[in-house]
């Protein structure tokens, strides 16, 4: 049986940092439990429920162990958890691997995704050197396209009916971040 992977902690500029899940993150998980939009597009449980948020937490181990992803936890300045960011990599063996980061409410806006995302995929183009990572985002998201973008990513088009979100269909920008262009 193959080891786990390993999930690091990575310094993310910005005061932020990276780190993996610990059960002490279930008020994280209970704030991204009560926004509008996590628990539509992620796994996160809505309504909240304690054995539902330690649930949460055992899969982001689970996806290490089983090898399909390094799930981090984005932690502030402060010490405070305050999103995630994973790097998924169900298509690694086609030379590509995926990213998807989200910030609680209370934390938005103070640059956690930029610095996170670009911790991420430095780490992955560099040290994992992965030849192609993807980002999927919905084209209303405007601070997620500014993440995206500013992390270097480049929108390569439009993926019409692309992911289940809730009960829709929706559509999906697709970005992607070579290894030669960082």
């Known amino acids: 049986m193959e080891q786990p992977l390993d999930v690091p ?20 998980v209970r704030e991204a439990s009560e926004d509008d939009y996590i628990p539509l597009i992620t796994t996160v449980p809505s309504p909240y429920s304690e054995s539902a948020a330690v649930a949460f937490i055992e899969r982001q181990w689970g996806r290490a162990i089983a090898r399909t992803g390094y799930p981090f936890v984005i932690v502030s300045a402060d010490g405070r958890p305050v999103g995630n960011v994973g790097l ?27 610095a996170s995302v670009s911790a991420v995929a430095g780490w992955a183009l560099s040290e994992l050197r992965i030849p ?8 209303w998201n405007t601070g997620s396209v500014r993440t995206a973008e500013r992390a270097g990513f480049r ?14 269909r929706r559509d999906m920008f697709m970005y ?5 262009e960082q």
């Not at 902690?9 to 994280?28: I, K, N, T, V």
């Not at 063996?93 to 980061?101: N, P, T």
């Open 88 to 114: 998924w990599l169900k298509d690694l063996g086609q030379g590509r691997a995926s990213l998807g980061y989200w910030v609680v409410e209370s934390a938005r806006g103070q640059g956690a995704a930029i």
């Open 155 to 168: 929108r390569e088009g439009l993926l019409r009916g692309w992911q289940q979100v809730g009960a829709d």
């Open 9 to 28: 902690e990575l310094a993310a500029g910005s005061g932020f940092s990276l780190r993996p899940w610990r059960l002490s993150d279930l008020q994280l």
């Open 132 to 139: 192609r990572l993807e980002l999927y985002v919905e084209p």
């Open 176 to 180: 992607s971040l070579l290894n030669d």
